[in-house]
Every structure is written in C-alpha cells, then in structure tokens.
C-alpha cells in the first residue's frame, strides 16, 4: 500500500513538471517590447514551431494526435494553421470551426497557437477584406485574451504594395483591437513577406505588431537586408523552409542553419526570432516533414529527412 502511494506521488510529480514545461505555462501570455518578442514579464523569448500546410488538404496532419507529439516528443513551442482564403470563403462555417477547435486542442496542450489567414492567390490582401473582416472578427471575439493566441492577418501579399497592405491592415488590426486589446498581431510585407525594408519606411502605428519575414533556405541566401530591417522593426518568421521557395527541389541544410543561427541571436543585437517551419504534411514535397501517406495512417514517426532535420531543431 505504502509503496502504491509513493509510486502515485513520484507519478504525479512528473506530471506536474511536465506540465510547468508547457511553453504557455512557462512563458504567459506574449508581448512586444521594443523589437523583441517577450513573455509576460518582459524578459526576451524565442517561439519555434510547425506550420501546417493548408488545412483544406492537410487537416488531416494536424489534429490532436500530431499535436501531442510535437508537444511531447518534438517539444515544438507553437503550432501555426495555414486557412487559405479561397478555402473559407467554399464554407466559412466549417473552417471557422474548425480553426477554433485547433485553438482549443493547442491551450490543452500549453502551446501556443498562429491563426494564419493565408493569404498569397489574391496577391493584394485588400482583395479578400470582405471575408477577412468576418473571420477576424470572429476569431478576435471567439479568442479574446487567451494566452497561447497570436493572429496572422495575411500571409503573403504580392504583386502589391507596402501601402496597400497597410491600407488593409489599418482596417483589420483596429477591427480586432475592438474584441481584443492586447493579442500578437502579425502583418505579412510585400513581395511574398520579403520586403521588410517596405514596412520599416513606414511602420504601422499600433502596440503588440510584428512584421513578418519568409524564407527558402535553397533560394534565399541574401541575408544583409534581414540584418538590417530586423534593427528597425519588430520581426516574427512566421514561415521559413529548408527548400527552394516552390516548397520542393531538394533541401539545403547549411544555408538553413546560417538562418537558425541569426534567428537564435547571432546577429548585432542578439534579438531572439521567433519562428515556424513549413511544413507538417505528407505532401510528397522537400519540405514536408511526414513520408508521403503517413499522415495518412497517424504514423507520427514516419520523418522524411526533413522531418529528421527538423525535428532537431527543436527542444527546451
Ligand atoms: C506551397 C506548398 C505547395 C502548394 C503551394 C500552392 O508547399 O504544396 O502547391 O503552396 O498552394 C509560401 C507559401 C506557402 C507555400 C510555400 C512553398 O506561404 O503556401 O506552400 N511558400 O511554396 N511562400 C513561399 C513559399
């Protein structure tokens, strides 16, 4: 009996310290400070994490099976959901719902979560405003103040401007700061978020935003600009691959690290920048972490070599 009793303690006693561990618990609700994305008591933090691919092929790779291994087994601090908008707009009840459910099962898990409108067809995110504005304010009434919760409001405009994105985001960011004062917001630049230097001309004028940057580590190996725009405005890389920008063609490993090691603080002012991987599928493509069908089946341990170097980037 004695020795039943001590095993149960001893067993709760792991639970809790994995529980203190979860990346929500660890760090509270996020904030920006300066340029340095911070947990709640101010002290600088660095977010790693996977994005999904879009959802409306690949919800099937993340669900609440996949994200207790990548809380547990990878010890990922953030998982991110891709919803395209041309997606919601087949059936925005559906997505929203789904969306939201992905919210919940991420804050069981203590981790932190990106809504990512994903934006990139319509090029000029202003074209998609009239769904942007209904999903948002949804998602910022449905989600207000939770502390594992980050908003990206365009993923990726193109063939566009850096006036008209703000044009966008000077819609969208008040629209949410109605329902939710205080929650992440991340605002993609032009040229597919690679234009940071667009943004840092003429920020936005809001608390609590980033910009956000992407990249291809096999083709974007031009980091001087990054170095740069990163000593003027607030940056979250909210997308990065080890691939060509197509998300396929082979990987290159070592221009990757070269972009981890800046990420980390190698860089003149030893920021922390948070990041997410693209990307958690099966899709028979260089940067899917998942052999093809085995998301298929829930075969979690099925890495690509990819998914092999991916997964190693992680870890608290
Ligand atoms: C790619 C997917 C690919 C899909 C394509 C078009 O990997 O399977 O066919 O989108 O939907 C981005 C985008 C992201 C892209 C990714 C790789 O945000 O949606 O995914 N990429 O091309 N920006 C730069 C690269």
Same mark, same amino acid.
């Not at 031009?222 to 890389?237: D, G, L, T």
């Not at 080890?242 to 190698?266: H, V």
């Given at each position: 009996?004695?020795?039943?009793?001590?095993?149960?303690?001893?067993?709760?006693?792991?639970?809790?310290?994995?529980?203190?561990?979860?990346? !929500?618990?660890?760090?509270?609700?996020l904030?920006?400070?300066?340029?340095?994305?911070?947990?709640?008591?101010?002290?600088? &933090?660095? *977010?790693?994490?996977?994005?999904?691919?879009g959802?409306?092929?690949?919800a099937?790779?993340m669900?609440?099976?996949?994200?207790?291994? %990548?809380?547990?087994?990878?010890? !990922?601090?953030? !998982?991110?959901?891709? %919803?395209?908008p041309?997606?919601?707009? /087949?059936?925005?009840?559906?997505?929203?719902?789904?969306? /939201?459910?992905?919210v +919940?099962?991420?804050?069981?898990?203590?981790?932190y979560?990106?809504?990512?409108?994903?934006?990139?067809?319509?090029?000029?995110?202003?074209?998609?405003?009239?769904?942007?504005?209904?999903?948002?304010?949804?998602?910022?009434?449905?989600?207000?103040?939770?502390?594992?919760?980050?908003?990206? *409001?365009?993923?990726?405009?193109?063939?566009?401007t850096?006036?008209?994105?703000?044009?966008?985001?000077?819609?969208?960011?008040?629209?949410?700061?109605?329902?939710?004062?205080?929650? &992440?917001?991340?605002?993609?630049? #032009?040229? =597919?978020?690679?234009?940071?230097?667009?943004?840092?001309?003429? #920020?936005l004028?809001f608390?609590?935003?980033?910009?956000?940057?992407?990249?291809?580590?096999?083709?974007?190996?031009?980091?001087?600009?990054?170095?740069?725009?990163?000593?003027q405005?607030? &940056?979250?890389?909210?997308? =990065?691959?080890?691939?060509?920008?197509n998300?396929?063609?082979?990987?290159?490993?070592?221009?990757?690290?070269?972009?981890?090691?800046?990420?980390? $603080?190698?860089? #003149? +002012?030893?920021?922390?920048?948070?990041?997410?991987?693209?990307?958690?599928?099966?899709? #028979?493509?260089?940067?899917?972490?998942?052999?093809?069908?085995?998301?298929?089946?829930?075969?979690?341990?099925? %890495?690509? +070599?990819?998914?092999?170097?991916?997964?190693?980037?992680? $870890?608290?």
């Amino acid at each position: 009996m004695r020795q039943k009793i001590l095993i149960l303690i001893a067993a709760l006693f792991v639970c809790g310290a994995a529980l203190a561990k979860a990346p !929500v618990k660890k760090h509270g609700k996020l904030k920006v400070v300066g340029r340095q994305l911070c947990d709640e008591k101010g002290s600088a &933090v660095q *977010i790693k994490g996977m994005s999904s691919h879009g959802l409306y092929w690949f919800a099937h790779c993340m669900n609440r099976s996949s994200m207790e291994v %990548l809380a547990k087994d990878w010890k !990922v601090d953030a !998982v991110r959901f891709a %919803l395209y908008p041309k997606n919601y707009k /087949d059936n925005p009840a559906y997505y929203t719902r789904q969306i /939201d459910e992905l919210v +919940e099962i991420a804050e069981e898990l203590g981790l932190y979560c990106i809504i990512d409108w994903h934006a990139m067809d319509s090029g000029n995110p202003n074209k998609v405003l009239d769904d942007a504005k209904v999903f948002w304010e949804h998602m910022s009434k449905t989600h207000a103040g939770k502390e594992h919760v980050i908003y990206e *409001i365009c993923n990726e405009p193109n063939k566009t401007t850096w006036e008209e994105v703000k044009k966008y985001a000077n819609v969208i960011i008040p629209l949410i700061r109605k329902n939710d004062k205080e929650t &992440v917001i991340l605002v993609g630049t #032009p040229d =597919w978020s690679s234009n940071l230097a667009a943004a840092a001309k003429d #920020p936005l004028n809001f608390e609590n935003i980033m910009y956000t940057f992407h990249f291809y580590a096999k083709s974007h190996k031009n980091r001087k600009a990054f170095i740069e725009a990163i000593q003027q405005i607030p &940056v979250f890389v909210s997308e =990065w691959g080890t691939s060509s920008y197509n998300g396929d063609d082979g990987n290159d490993y070592e221009s990757a690290k070269i972009w981890l090691d800046i990420l980390a $603080g190698n860089n #003149p +002012e030893q920021l922390k920048i948070s990041w997410m991987n693209w990307n958690l599928s099966d899709k #028979p493509e260089a940067s899917s972490v998942f052999k093809p069908g085995s998301g298929v089946r829930q075969e979690w341990d099925q %890495l690509t +070599e990819t998914g092999e170097w991916i997964k190693k980037q992680f $870890g608290r």
